[in-house]
DNA sequence: CGCCGTTTATTTGTATGACAAATAAGCCAT
DNA sequence: ATGGCTTATTTGTCATACAAATAAACGGCG
């Protein structure tokens, strides 16, 4: 998934060092970073790549910029935390249980209740993807296998709400998690033990079953959210 | 909350011209725009103005960059849904109902969780914090006012979950709606009809009670969701 | 004729230098 | 001490040149 040696652009690396920085705390907010030619030479980059990252990061909330004044960072509670990229530095610089605690409530909130939506408005043609995925995950024959059928059921459940709102954040919420989520399956011996309650949502999603859906799911959720605390205690 | 007249800077007013016309599909996936030097001039910028805002609008997932092949855009999947500037363009591209719903809808799944949440984890603070901005509701004595301690309450009850998360979701939710908002309250005559069900809301969390402050607020959105309903239809 | 490596042409990526615009801070006169 | 003026500093914008990547054209070879 991280792309190691992939090294896409300058200001590409930029976006990220001073990203995740900012994140971790290392750049205080209220702190305000050198002028920018001075900046640029420091992390040995032109002003112009420089810049077009300052600019991204602007976007997200994380940095502030005006003439005469410099460039502060924000505070917290300005930054884009739904981002992608800021999920990812919390994500790397915050391993605590703490925020682990925050994703996993995310997605006991979402999930049951994309389920009973889903129940209630899948298409003919959402279904079948659904039950393809879940096929595809008593198929597996290994983790590998199993976490990509996974993933694909989940999809195909948010996709099948109808809401794009719903999809994009749960698939935020998902990638973020995914960090921790490697580590919890690479544990447990017998992958497959979520196969019933995936079985469950699917039916109640079949049957048009709201409430039945919302139930199995909140299990579900329940169920992997103790697998992920050991693992991220462990 | 909209500002006209302030054009804060060039590039900012690429990202809002560029942004519009791709989220509101003049711009349809999958085309590929005019070299970077071509649309430059064609839209009397520099090209150091132009790429900056191109790089924002590449981190938001609305275009991709590659050498030799030129600039795309992307498929509205890979666009950051939750954005607030992309949820802001497809406001006012698509004032069309099934977008409102789509945000009710996720208020309705927000709120109500959020609200359980504050009431087993509200501190001492946060709690003074929901009555003062309930005591200004109710003191409130016109709309303009009413308005702001409305969004101060949920702004405060969100703040009491504690997960930043949360927060950061519903304040985008709320800025979409925010538009709609507006319309609806200008044709409520007596604007003090969801008072109690707010007091209903801040005794539960005062209480902590989970499950009340569920119910209570279920009801309160629900409400609301059919006032905006028949704003927007209006 | 068709395949495959090579060259070329095009487009984005990066660097540099110059100037414009805004504005905080210092200065000066009152 | 205060209010307006000047100045110095920093980001904002522009123009130009070159580097790097790579799709497309080319050409040699089986």
Redesign the pocket.
Known sequence: MVKLGAVR????QVIQELGRLIVSGELAAGQS?P???VLAERM??????L??A?KVLSAKGLIE???????RVREESHWNQLDADVLAWRCASMPTESFVDKLVEMREIIEPAAAATAARRRSTEQLAALEAAYQAMAAAEDLDAWTVADLAFHECMLQATNNELLTSLFSVIETALGTYFVLSARNSANFKNALPQHLKVYEAIRRRQPEVARQAMVKMVSDSRSNIRKAVRA
């Open positions: 652009s300058l200001h590409h970073l002028r920018e030619e040995s980059v032109s002003r112009t790549a810049r077009e300052m910029s005006r003439q005469k004044t410099g460039t």
